[in-house]
């Protein structure tokens, strides 16, 4: 970097072009290095390894080693690049030092993450002489190399998805399964929502072969920074953790700059991307080597293109960076980034992890990338070591973006992001039932893998919820009953009927040219597969030409088009049992059952915020039942309401778009897996009333998290809408692109009256009525 970070900030803010778009600039100060010691020392080849390299262990290194020598799971939440890798390697090499027959089994979300662990490992097993063997067994794997991982590797690298497919071929792992001491999970901040909650039961359905073969192995978890590591932990894995969460790694000072496109109209913003063009310039310019991130492929393609045509003279330094190039191309920009060959590189979030590309001088993130994980994942890439770096976060017309424009406070506070998952989903849990009765007989003694908390039945047997289960499944044909127990009864492989990434096997195939792109659920396909709409595939845009719902196909075929498309729902929702209230002063706050109907009736052709063109949808409603929180708005709040002359359908209306939108601060989600409805007079209560909830059959968990902290939730919607400039509602605060009334009627003022009354109640009773 050829100017510092401070005098570069400087720079900018006394230059022509500068419009007071730096809202808020944390400075991270540099922090020394804290180290700590082992109990007793490291086996000889690991102790050598370590004094080659000159690696001294942080505290935290030191900490999750000792734990994990006293036989305990560790759940270790430091930042990006602070050293976890060696945190869990160490200990497990050691174990297969000192018993050559030890196995490990590694999971990693993202192949990626898988291959770089390779390279570490293999470099570690060359350097040291211990014997690991380590292999990839996935998909890619060959099959004639498959036999010979089974029989002698000690650790096998592997995905969810993987084991999943193979866990029925147990028969096949004797050896591994019998000596596994160790399950290394990474980046678990990712095990959320849908995919969290498969996970936690195909971790079930592992552990429950661990014991068949006689091993109970040791679970190490290595997570970004979350709000609740302990419960992400339980609940992933049923066991208990020490969590190690304090840093004791070296990083030099970090300068995080808050950018705001400047107002240019009532609650409108100049373009974040020309915004991030101009910036990317700057720094090339200035010689600051920088990576920027982009939201979409072809939006990396065109602010380096648009950057390019700004600075010619430098042209040749600046590039894009996708998941679509071939291998050979990305490799070759690692390379040139590596070697500070390039100054300027766009890129979709396939830089955001697991490739090596050296440390860069700044980051800029253009919008924000949906958690704050992800945000100091993107900016961690800036400045690894030692050296200043400069992190910029280019803030969209997006209400979450905006608050943390106005309150940086919130952002660079304590985590607040919990993980969630939910280990009440009757879907996701049947499902998973039926995959471990395909793997080994169901008896009732492994009801503490799937306890009758996890399975939901109304007709179980109170005595024995779990065993009233298994015989509902096998009164279905699902399962049936011989003298070792019960077994899986279909006729297709349980593990293909289903996914981990979804809870509904109603789903629809996303077919381009013959070669199916994705599947995705029957309300993912309603809201961007339908006729008419761009549907986007790993950053390439693709034109709908039919949604067949009878054969569950949508035919797409790829097209550039400089406009996206967004489907309007409006929903309706029953009550079907409550599972909890508390009272808020005058408020009654719920969380419950709820049947919601949902209708997709026309949908928008939009470039950026602007409305081109609204065409008619033909949808048969979607009908689910799911986890909500409702709230009463009371009496006086009502009339405090109208004695105003505001609009309450409009005020409530607002609420329920607002806290929608804050909802991802709390729970790590995305804005279309929750939904909602308020009315004047609900069908149930009678009264005025605003539901938020999943926007999955049986729930994923956020209705209960936004139930558990309410009051935060209300506090933050509150600051949401008063921090924002507009007079009457806007992007940035009431109005949702879901919205099937075309946001109308909202109002603001109405909707501050009503969050105020709910900050400055306080709770005076709970009453759980499950």
């Not at 279909?490 to 009927?497: I, K, Q």
Request: aromatic residues 8%; hydrophobic residues 35%.
């Amino acid at each position: 970097m050829t100017a510092s970070p401070a005098d570069f900030i400087n720079e900018i803010q006394h230059s022509v072009s500068y419009n007071g778009q730096i809202e808020h600039v944390e400075v991270i100060p540099a922090r020394e290095a804290k180290y700590g010691k082992l109990d007793t020392k490291l086996p000889e080849p690991l102790q050598k390894y370590l004094e080659k390299w000159r690696i001294r262990l942080y505290s935290h290194q030191a900490r999750a080693i000792n734990e994990i020598r006293k036989g305990k799971n560790v759940i270790i939440t430091t930042p990006t690049a602070s050293g976890k890798t060696l945190c869990f390697n160490l200990p497990v090499l050691e174990r297969i030092y000192g018993n050559p027959k030890a196995t490990a089994l590694y999971l990693y979300p993202l192949k990626a993450l898988t291959n770089d662990q390779l390279k570490v490992l293999r470099q570690m097993e060359q350097e040291t002489g211990i014997n690991l063997n380590s292999n990839v067994y996935d998909g890619d794997t060959p099959s004639n190399l498959r036999p010979k991982i089974r029989r002698e590797s000690n650790i096998v690298l592997s995905n969810p998805y993987g084991v999943h497919l193979y866990l029925p071929w147990h028969n096949k792992w004797v050896r591994f399964y019998s000596n596994l001491a160790f399950i290394v999970l990474d980046e678990v901040h990712i095990y959320r929502g849908v995919f969290g909650s498969n996970m936690a039961m195909l971790m079930r359905r592992l552990l429950r072969i661990c014991e068949h073969y006689g091993s109970n192995p040791q679970i190490i978890l290595s997570s970004a920074t979350i709000a609740n590591p302990e419960e992400l932990s339980s609940r992933l894995t049923g066991k208990e953790f020490e969590v190690v969460s304090e840093d004791g790694s070296a990083h030099g000072k970090k300068y995080f700059v808050f950018w705001n496109p400047p107002l240019i109209g009532k609650g409108v913003r100049d373009s974040p991307h020309q915004e991030t063009k101009d910036l990317l310039a700057k720094h090339v310019a200035n010689g600051i080597q920088t990576l920027c991130f982009t939201i979409s492929r072809k939006m990396a393609e065109l602010i380096a293109r648009w950057t390019r045509e700004e600075i010619p003279e430098l042209k040749e330094k600046i590039t894009s960076y996708r998941a679509g190039y071939l291998p050979s191309e990305r490799r070759e920009i690692e390379k040139r980034l590596r070697e500070k060959q390039l100054l300027g590189v766009a890129s979709t979030s396939a830089l955001e992890l697991g490739i090596d590309i050296g440390s860069l001088d700044a980051v800029i993130i253009s919008g924000y990338p949906g958690t704050m994980i992800s945000t100091w994942q993107q900016a961690g890439r800036a400045g690894r070591g030692t050296e200043d770096a400069l992190a910029t976060l280019v803030a969209f017309q997006n209400p979450l973006d905006q608050y943390f424009m106005k309150h940086p406070d919130k952002f660079f506070g304590k985590p607040h992001e919990h993980a969630i998952i939910d280990l009440e989903n009757p879907y996701i849990n049947i499902g998973h039932l039926m995959c471990a009765a395909a793997e080994l007989p169901l008896k009732n003694s492994d009801s503490k893998y799937f306890s009758p908390s996890n399975i939901k039945n109304e007709d179980s047997d109170s005595s024995n919820p779990f065993l009233s289960t298994l015989k509902i499944l096998e009164n279905k044909k699902i399962i049936m009953k011989n003298p070792k127990g019960f077994v899986y009864a279909g006729t297709r492989r349980a593990v293909d009927m289903v996914s981990l990434d979804s809870i509904s096997s109603d789903q629809v195939k996303v077919i381009c040219e013959g070669k199916v792109l994705e599947i995705i659920d029957r309300n993912r396909a309603y809201s961007e597969a339908h006729r008419g709409s761009i549907f986007l595939h790993q950053g390439e845009t693709y034109f709908v030409e039919d949604l067949d719902l009878d054969n569950r196909v949508a035919y797409v075929r790829k097209e550039d088009v400089d406009y996206y498309t967004e489907a309007a729902e409006t929903s309706d929702i029953e009550i079907i049992r409550e599972f909890e209230e508390k009272g808020c002063n005058d408020f009654t706050v719920k969380v419950g059952e709820v049947t919601v109907t949902k209708r997709y009736n026309k949908y928008f052709l939009k470039k950026y915020d602007e409305v081109l063109d609204v065409e008619p949808l033909e949808l048969p409603p979607i009908v689910f039942d799911t986890t909500a929180l409702w709230f009463i708005i009371p009496d006086h709040v009502i009339g405090e309401v109208k004695e105003k002359n505001l609009d309450f359908e409009g005020g409530i209306h607002a609420v329920e778009h607002a806290m929608i939108a804050m909802t991802p601060y709390f729970a790590l989600c995305d804005r279309r897996d929750i939904g909602g409805v308020s009315t004047e007079e609900h069908l149930n209560t009678g009264k005025p009333t605003i539901f938020i909830y999943d926007g999955y059959q049986g729930g994923i968990g956020i209705s209960e998290k936004n139930y558990q902290l309410f009051q935060e939730l209300a506090s933050n919607t509150l600051e949401l809408i008063e921090s924002c400039e507009c007079e009457d509602g806007c992007p940035s605060c009431i109005y949702s692109p879901k919205c099937g009334n075309n946001n109308e009627p909202l109002d603001k003022r109405a909707a501050m009256i009503i969050l105020k009354a709910l900050k400055n109640s306080s709770k005076k009773r709970t009453v759980n009525i499950r």
